[in-house]
């Protein structure tokens, strides 16, 4: 696969996710739906594992990074199916387009990583100014909504939680072994938060496209869209991958009005535009700055004698 269309990929699928989310938990429940995500992921994986003969590994070290893996993976679409029932599919990408500040903030205490600059700091200041804004135009936080806002937090927290402790493991392997081992030991979380909130399995309410939502998140959302994610990520340097979490929040919220009918209103645009302007800060504020200042630099001349 080239690295092109990989990092096509995953911009396409992570824009799509949240939108399949919401139809998803339309008419299923939303722990049997993230459920059934998880199945046909494992089921696909596990095959194309044995057909294309990838190497599977299962000592310490590997459990670890799988382990590691399945913290984001469990933590963050469990909540994030939660949400669903509160927020609408552009809400829960623009929340999620935050990870990377929340990824900074647990690598300094994870990983002793250098300090956070003042820069940076206040990149994620605007873009918690912005998330505000958001926040305030679409529910009130003292209805229902304060729970999906409080899920989609956590789910955020989780999948960066988990993406640094995959930083502190130095391990290569193939994307697909890990996104199979990734799924495999989150299938059984999945199965028992399904028992402990449900456990019911009534098919006669189940709508035809949350049934095809429920597929193509497993397909592409869980086993093509992980893959594509390792992939990339052991090919391009982080500032390139950060870059699809500042262009996914503008697809969702497209998606959300067109398809979904989702409401976009002034504020929330107002409201996005910071948290996106906040986040560019954030990856390439210092480093434009650094440029700027080179070009601003006067020329000394030597006097000529």
């Known amino acids: 696969m080239q690295?092109?269309?990989a990092y096509l990929a995953v911009l396409l699928i992570w824009s799509t996710t949240p939108l399949g989310i919401v139809w998803s938990s339309e008419s299923i429940n939303?722990?049997?739906?993230?459920?059934?995500?998880m199945v046909i992921a494992v089921v696909l994986g596990s095959m194309i594992i044995f057909i294309r003969k990838i190497e599977l590994p299962w000592h310490k070290q590997a459990i670890r990074l799988y382990a590691f893996?399945?913290?984001g993976i469990f933590g963050g679409m469990s909540f994030s199916y939660l949400a669903a029932g509160y927020l609408s599919s552009g809400i829960l990408s623009l929340v999620f387009g935050l990870a990377p500040a929340f990824s900074a903030i647990l690598a300094r205490r994870i990983l002793a990583e250098p300090k956070i600059s003042t820069a940076k700091k206040l990149s994620m200041l605007l873009s918690f100014i912005g998330l505000g804004f958001v926040c305030a135009d679409n529910f009130s936080l003292t209805g229902d909504s304060i729970y999906g806002f409080g899920f989609v937090l956590i789910a955020v927290f989780l999948f960066s939680l988990s993406g640094v402790l995959v930083k502190s493991i130095s391990l290569a392997i193939?994307?697909?072994a890990?996104?199979?081992?990734?799924?495999?030991?989150?299938?059984?979380?999945?199965?028992?938060n399904w028992l402990l909130l449900d456990g019911s399995f009534d098919t006669s309410e189940w709508q035809l496209r949350s049934i095809w939502a429920t597929v193509y998140l497993g397909v592409f959302g869980s086993l093509i869209g992980f893959f594509a994610y390792f992939f990339v990520l052991q090919r391009l340097t982080a500032s390139t991958v950060a870059?699809?979490?500042?262009?996914?929040p503008v697809i969702a919220l497209t998606l959300g009005a067109v398809l979904n009918d989702e409401v976009i209103h002034p504020q929330?645009?107002?409201?996005?535009?910071?948290?996106?302007?906040?986040?560019?800060?954030?990856?390439?504020g210092e480093l434009l700055y650094r440029k700027i200042k080179v070009s601003l630099r006067v020329p000394t001349w030597s006097n000529e004698e």
């Open 243 to 248: 870059l699809i979490t500042l262009i996914t």
């Open 69 to 71: 893996s399945a913290l």
């Open 174 to 176: 193939h994307p697909m």
């Open 268 to 284: 929330l645009v107002f409201g996005a535009l910071l948290v996106i302007l906040g986040l560019t800060i954030y990856h390439w």
């Open 3 to 5: 690295v092109s269309v």
């Open 30 to 37: 939303p722990t049997m739906a993230v459920l059934l995500r």
């Open 178 to 192: 890990t996104t199979v081992g990734a799924l495999s030991l989150s299938l059984p979380l999945f199965i028992a």
